[in-house]
């Protein structure tokens, strides 16, 4: 089967770091994403990880590990806007030439206090 | 450049009627996938069209059906509404020879009464 776990609620405060983790089982596994969105709007990507190790992008930061099947997204300096769900998908493999769909987590909340 | 667009942002049905949300795929992009998204939860896939075919189905009944034209957009239809079936349809597109990262579009808001 195919499952993957987040925490569902954390609470950070302005200029903090946080880390929102990811684990997953799941055949076929393809790279892993981390998706922002925030209420009533469309996911927007963060990050991309296929091969193990850390992806760094600004205040954003993404790890995988792909023999323990864990990833984690890294949020530096945090500020009130990065308040939002955020999502953990692992692309499973599908068939050839094309895209690969999207296995989701449930999200993690994420509220940011001053 | 538009991004993916879909229509309409929100949508009230009745029990038992049909139901169809549109979707124009970010420029360059020729592949689209649906999914589901129920209020609190991360979005479930639904299916995936690419070249006008549906080349992969996720664990959704055939009352969920779809089509890819050959301008690359698509439609979702669902018949036979259930209230469970409330939730935000979203669209996401990509291309299958370049960056795997898919764009998402604002999504539709379907509430069955």
């Known amino acids: 089967g195919q499952n993957i776990d987040q925490p569902t609620e954390m609470t950070a405060t302005e200029g903090a770091i946080v880390q929102i983790n990811c684990t997953y089982q799941?055949?076929?596994?393809?790279?892993l994403f981390w998706y922002q969105q925030h209420a009533g709007e469309a996911p927007t990507f963060l990050s991309y990880n296929v091969l193990d190790g850390l992806e760094e992008k600004g205040r954003f930061s993404s790890f995988l590990s792909r023999s323990k099947g864990y990833s984690y997204l890294l949020l530096k300096e945090l500020q009130m806007k990065d308040s939002a769900s955020y999502l953990c998908a692992v692309s499973h493999e599908g068939f050839s030439g094309g895209y690969n769909k999207l296995i989701f987590g449930a999200g993690t909340r994420l509220a940011v206090h001053p | 450049d538009a991004g993916v667009t879909q229509s309409p942002t929100h949508l009230i049905k009745t029990r038992g009627q049909q139901v169809t949300l549109r979707c124009s795929p970010k420029?360059?992009?020729?592949?689209v996938s649906w999914y589901q998204q129920a209020l609190g939860q991360g979005p479930q896939f639904i299916f995936q069209?690419?070249?006008?075919?549906?080349?992969q189905r996720g664990n959704f009944p055939d009352r969920f059906s779809g089509h890819q034209f050959p301008n690359y957009s698509s439609e979702l239809n669902v018949n036979a509404l259930l209230l469970g079936d409330s939730a935000l349809y979203l669209c996401?597109?990509?291309?299958?020879?370049?960056?795997?990262?898919?764009?998402f579009g604002q999504g539709t808001r379907l509430t069955v009464v």
């Open positions: 069209y690419y070249e006008e075919e549906e080349r």
């Open positions: 420029s360059g992009h020729d592949t």
């Open positions: 799941t055949s076929g596994f393809n790279g």
């Open positions: 996401a597109s990509s291309s299958g020879t370049g960056r795997t990262e898919a764009f």
